[in-house]
């Protein structure tokens, strides 16, 4: 059935029993967090591709990786290790793209998301987001590196029973403020139909890929939402990297600046 302009629609192609989920929202975001955080969940958890979202909004391109074709909008499952005790673990489903939706398909896919992960028994969702903070040296005081403690995680839930259970014990609660685009329609609509939805802002740099902020969100998931954690340190690592090179670039182009040279875009920091 051909879909109209603004219409969603979620294709399976690998079928398995997702009740009980988790659910990773993994738009781009603030920071990309909710993307880094996706993907690092994909990676780390080595999760397989069970669906696709379509839509005539979306680009018209198509991701190659190690020779294959990927649709710019993907599904993913899997499940941490089981503990040592040999008990299962939770699965989780993570929704990944590297584009940011128009503004116009943001409410539909939205709620294709929703109906989806309700129709699979899913028990809740996680939209992970960064927080603008003030532009200046990269999470550290006067130029240094950031310590993990000192990027602060605000919670929102769209339930009163998802606030007392998740927030309100483990972090700050984002009392005001607004939440945009993908996320704010997921807590809108959570609430609407009474389903948990929780949104983790973590502080973030606005104008570069920020692994730390995802870093500080993987380990709150970690820590109130996994039975079997997962190891975050390789993301930690990944922040060490990409800050190394942010302040690489920021280097070269002062000292290209000031020799009256032109300046080149740099590459993507993270991919």
Request: charged content about 25%; some cysteine; hydrophobic content about 40%.
């Amino acid at each position: 059935m051909t879909l109209g302009p603004d219409q969603v629609r979620i294709y399976e192609v690998k079928r398995i029993d997702l009740e009980g989920a988790i659910v990773i929202d993994g738009f781009p975001s603030v920071g990309l967090v909710s993307s880094i955080v996706a993907n690092y969940l994909i990676d780390t958890l080595q999760m397989d591709q069970i669906g696709i979202v379509e839509s005539p909004a979306f680009p018209t391109v198509s991701l190659v990786r190690n020779g294959d074709p990927q649709h710019p909008v993907r599904v993913y499952a899997g499940r941490p290790p089981a503990d040592r005790a040999g008990r299962g673990a939770d699965k989780i489903v993570a929704f990944v793209s590297e584009f940011h939706p128009a503004p116009t398909i943001i409410h539909p896919l939205a709620t294709a998301i929703i109906d989806w992960v309700q129709e699979q028994r899913c028990s809740l969702l996680v939209s992970p987001e960064g927080l603008v903070v003030e532009a200046g040296p990269p999470h550290g005081r006067a130029g240094g590196p950031a310590r993990l403690n000192e990027v602060k995680v605000y919670g929102v839930a769209s339930t009163r029973k998802a606030r007392e259970l998740y927030i309100e014990p483990n972090m700050i609660p984002f009392a005001e403020g607004v939440i945009t685009g993908i996320a704010g329609v997921l807590l809108n609509e959570g609430r609407r139909r009474g389903f948990d939805v929780l949104t983790f802002l973590a502080e973030a740099q606005s104008d570069y890929p920020d692994a730390r902020a995802a870093a500080k969100v993987i380990e709150t998931i970690n820590r109130i939402l996994l039975r079997t954690p997962l190891d975050p340190v390789p993301l930690y690592a990944e922040a060490e990297r990409i800050e190394q090179q942010l302040r690489s670039i920021q280097r070269h182009a002062a000292d290209r600046g000031r020799a009256g040279e032109p300046q080149q875009a740099s590459q993507p920091m993270y991919r």
